[in-house]
């Protein structure tokens, strides 16, 4: 215990928290890794130990006591209700999980630290809104449904406890869309569909996170001493319609009375949820100001939010109807005509020139 | 080779030479033409009539050369179109080539490439959009090129003061809205650029955020949301941004109200370029007016539909006879006016907070651009000309 913290991981079995206990346990000052998870997570972890149970479970508390864990990681909120079976069941995972396992570390006196993955989510997406939210904005009117709304109810109770355990630091990282290879979310899947749906007559603003990104500032939050809220996103943004471009995909728009419709056909053909909060987003879009991120906790993203959707496009080798390839030659025909035609008039020119006789 | 160097060396023809050799060679004495060359020496084509070749012998059926009575005729009168057209530098177009020349001037190829370079970007999605969703790109190379006509052409926007505008650092152009539909604010932007080089950025109303294809055409252009935070981020970046305070009530205000300024909104504009010490330019806009004038605005049918209002321009009247083309704007004359900046540095920063200063420069921005529409509209000619 004297040489590194000791981590316990919710939900473990996620593509991303798979990532980050691999990271954790390459470093020294990381003495030992706990997973929990009712899924077995994706091979590859070594040292870490594993505990097959929910959030809810009373054995997460004695794990917690018996590993002398200071420093929980909160991974385990489902993001729709799809792998959660029902949104009823993925409320009561989500957030009565959340309310288990922050009662389990209240009596916990190890614990020293509760880090929270939440989402940028829980601003809402709404045509006033800022052009960037900071850490402090608060949405005009709080997500009324679905997975951004047990974000902010998760987010509240985490609130709560840290005023209730003064001595435990508290860590809320509200992450943008996760893109990359090896993550997968509703989003990126959208894109695996040969004609990506827009709302017709909109074009929101995203903003990425890169999941190299996320796992670095996950490992920096854990290992060093960063209390309170930090946005984390790619720099820049990128619009709906240019991604869709960058990916070589062709946007098909729905207009909005059938937007519903389609994104019911859509869950039942392909098993994509597209829920409310995300049509919203899919108008509006949202940008997240990532200051802070660089100025506290000192960390500067390596993947721009456009870098970071170029690397998703290239892992996944999505290959689009409009192949890049494909433009840039005809561009490049396009330059080789008019030099042959800049070449033929000036051979043309040659004969009437007037010193010839 | 020449001068000094003849003494010594002679210059013999090769051709001559040959020539002289084969006449020696196959010795017949067929008759030379006696005619002498331009350029001084005999001509040595074989002679066949009157001791002169093809080329040179006097031809005696041709017609006489056209006298001066005959050049009136049409070929005559065409061939001098031409003669003309040729020492000036244009021909009719004979092809494709010749006529995108004529179009788009002499580097029409780098226009051509350019053009290519464009649709390959907007294809591959290889472009930047900062923070704001502004779209320089698109903007720059497609928006303001297609309004250019419409400035140039259409309204021949005069515009004077430019060099009130600051080149570089934050500013806030502040200026009157009319026009049912705003124009305005589109050539305005367009002028700026035009004058300075610089993307003013638009602070736009919410009901144009929240409106499909306008929203983010918009954002797209480099509009923002008018609200406090919004604006105070763009003039942090030391943006030039541009603001409309009438908002709709500016935009939809009836044709016996023309140029005369409605409420600036609350003030924010002046609070916010306090708070970022920039300078502000109040700028005039006349002719704007005259587009669409508003003779009657539909409150009833407005309220149903959910928009600020729901104008009766002349324009829909002509619609039976002109069709579509009736909706065209009407193409007045217009005038922009940028003033003498306003300093705002002599209030400090914490007079934004000061509701008494922010009213009394709310009404001095506000009788400023009054006082410069009324000059203008006194110097104008007529509407249109």
């Known amino acids: ?357 | 080779m020449s001068g000094e160097g003849a003494g010594h060396a002679e210059v013999i023809s090769i051709a001559e030479q040959r020539a002289a050799r084969e006449q020696a060679a196959s010795g017949d004495a067929r008759p030379r033409c006696q005619a002498t060359t331009l350029d001084g020496r005999r001509c040595r084509n074989y002679a066949v009539d009157a001791g002169h070749c093809r080329v040179h012998s006097v031809r005696t059926d041709v017609p006489e050369p056209p006298s001066a009575d005959e050049a009136t005729d049409e070929g005559a009168a065409r061939r001098r179109v031409d003669e003309e057209a040729a020492r000036r530098g244009w021909q009719p177009p004979q092809d494709a080539f010749a006529l995108l020349r004529d179009l788009l001037g002499a580097d029409w190829g780098r226009h051509l490439s350019d053009a290519a370079a464009f649709v390959r970007r907007r294809l591959t999605g290889d472009y930047e959009i900062d923070e704001f969703g502004f779209d320089e790109d698109l903007t720059t190379h497609l928006l303001m090129p297609l309004i250019r006509p419409l400035h140039r052409y259409w309204w021949r926007v005069a515009s004077y003061g430019a060099e009130h505008i600051p080149t570089e650092g934050g500013g806030l152009v502040v200026a009157n809205h009319a026009g049912t539909l705003p124009a305005d604010a589109m050539i305005t932007r367009l002028d700026i650029l035009d004058q300075t080089g610089r993307h003013a950025r638009e602070l736009a109303a919410d009901l144009a955020m929240r409106t499909p294809f306008v929203g983010p055409f918009s954002r797209k252009t480099g509009a923002t949301l008018a609200s406090g935070p919004d604006a105070d981020r763009l003039l942090e970046r030391g943006e030039l941004v541009a603001v409309w305070p009438e908002g709709f009530k500016g935009v939809g205000k009836p044709w016996r109200d023309r140029y005369r300024l409605q409420r600036f909104g609350r003030g924010g504009f002046v609070s916010t370029a306090l708070r970022a010490q920039v300078p502000i330019v109040p700028t005039a806009i006349v002719g704007s007016e005259e587009i669409y004038p508003l003779l009657y605005d539909l409150r009833v049918v407005a309220r149903l539909l959910g928009l600020p209002y729901f104008p009766i321009v002349p324009q829909m009247f002509a619609l039976p006879v002109l069709g579509p083309f009736a909706l065209l704007p009407l193409p007045s004359k217009w005038v922009i006016e940028y003033g003498e900046p306003i300093d705002t540095t002599r209030f400090g920063p914490q007079a934004a907070d000061d509701p008494m200063v922010v009213f009394d420069l709310t009404d001095h921005v506000r009788d400023t651009i009054q006082h410069m529409l009324h000059r203008n509209l006194m110097g104008r000619r007529s509407v249109f000309l």
């Open chain 1, 1 to 357: 215990m004297a040489e590194g913290r000791r981590v316990m991981i919710t939900g473990v079995a996620g593509d991303l928290a798979g990532l980050f206990a691999a990271a954790l346990e390459a470093r020294d000052d990381v003495a030992h890794v706990v997973g929990v998870d009712i899924r077995t997570p994706a091979a590859g972890l070594q040292r870490t130990e594993f505990v097959r149970a929910d959030v809810r479970n009373p054995v997460v508390a004695r794990v917690l006591e018996q590993q002398g864990i200071d420093t929980v990681v909160h991974m385990s909120t489902a993001s729709g209700p799809s792998g959660s079976g029902g949104r009823a069941l993925m409320k009561e995972h989500n957030v009565i999980g959340a309310m288990q396992l922050l009662a389990a570390c209240q009596k916990t006196p190890s614990v020293r630290r509760f880090v929270l993955k939440s989402t940028a989510a829980v601003y809402g997406s709404e045509h006033t809104d800022p052009v960037s939210f900071r850490e402090t904005d608060r949405p005009r009117t709080p997500p009324p449904h679905g997975f951004a709304k047990d974000a902010t109810e998760i987010e509240e109770y985490v609130g709560a406890f840290g005023q209730r355990r003064e001595d435990v630091d508290v860590t809320i990282l509200r992450f943008a869309n996760f893109v990359g290879g090896r993550t997968d979310s509703a989003f990126s899947r959208l894109f695996s569909l040969p004609a990506v749906p827009t709302v017709l007559g909109y074009d929101p603003r995203l903003q990425f996170c890169h999941e190299e990104d996320a796992v670095e500032v996950l490992a920096r939050v854990v290992c060093g001493h960063h209390p309170g809220v930090y946005n984390v996103a790619g720099d820049g943004v990128v619009y709906l319609s240019q991604a869709i471009r960058l990916a070589g995909r062709v946007p098909a728009p729905v207009p909005r009375p059938f937007v519903d419709g389609v994104a019911g056909l859509l869950y039942r053909s392909r098993r994509i949820d597209v829920s409310p909060e995300q049509l919203r987003f899919l108008q509006f879009g949202r940008a997240i100001d990532t200051t802070r991120l660089r100025e506290d906790i000192g960390y500067q993203p390596r993947y721009s939010s456009r870098a970071a959707f170029e690397d998703f496009v290239r892992r996944r080798r999505i290959r689009g109807l409009v192949a890049h390839d494909e433009v840039r030659r005809l561009e490049h025909e396009v330059n080789a005509f008019l030099a042959r035609h800049d070449q033929r008039r000036f051979l043309a020119a040659e004969p009437v020139s007037e010193d010839r006789r």
